[in-house]
């Protein structure tokens, strides 16, 4: 599983959903399962949370399903493409239960579609407003429009219903402002896909997720590549919203091998870092690290 996200949707019970295709990079998507957990060390499954109805728009690149519950209902954030129109972007699906079935919720992506999106993630701001938090990588767009070299994480305002976008995206930092972000590389041997060919020792920006500390700072997490490998950053906005400007801290908090995390912090308490590790498929797993605020800074709980 890669791109793991939990939801506790009752005290002591936790539902995981994660990026679960046997050919999550280009073959014919199936759909998103999840698990079932009360002690987050065994779970329960798969249950299949969603499976593309007849003329749905999307057939491969199911990646990274995130899950909030408002209003009691459950909404599923997740990246989408379509081998037919080239277009891959974030999109909302909908449920009465947690773990689903889900069904689609927006018409499309949320998301532009004149460049490629990916891994968007929820927040609602101090006003009740939701707003999209998304990358768009360094690959191609849409028809072989040339990458980027320097990933770019935006944010989107939506609708209150959460089917469609409003306005334009704001560009909030790109990969380059993290003095640890280094180009993507492959392994010796390994022939990197032609989209991320387009550009040339490419930065990226992927996995955001946005959290408040104790004293109330909005703090992200996001992933990038570092000098060992796939890793997580913490960024803080300056004015304490979505918009910053956002500063980067100027060490990973995940160095090694390791990306695409969330905070889970359980209602029993305990917080936890939690990610995919390694970065090699189909080795990577599920990931539980303890974390804590140090000085209102976010850290592995060991390294005080």
Known sequence: MRDPFIIETEPGTFVLFGTTDENVWGGPATGFDCYTSTDLERWQGPVAAFRPPAGFWSDTQY?????????GRFYLFATFASSETRVRGVAVL?????????LPWSDGPVTPQEFPCLDGTLFIDDAAEPWLVFSR???????GAAGIADGEMY??????????????PELLFR????AWSRPLTFPEGVEPPAQLRLAKDPLFTD????????AGRLQMLWSSFGEQGYAMGVATSESGTVLGPWSQEPEPLWPVNGGHG???????????????????SPAERVTLVPVAFSADDLRLADCG
Not at 207 to 214: C, E, T
């Open 175 to 178: 990969a380059s402002a993290a």
């Open 207 to 214: 996995g955001p997720f946005l959290l408040r500390s104790p």
């Open 137 to 143: 990588g360094a690959e191609g767009g849409p028809a």
């Open 262 to 280: 969330m905070i889970l912090t359980p209602s029993a308490g305990g917080s936890r870092l939690v990610f995919h590790s390694p970065n090699d």
């Open 155 to 168: 944010a989107q305002r939506m609708s209150a219903d959460l089917r469609e976008s409003l306005g334009s």
């Open 63 to 71: 990646w990274a399903p995130e899950v909030f519950r408002l209003d």
């Open 94 to 102: 909908v449920s009465e239960q947690a773990t689903g079935p889900y």
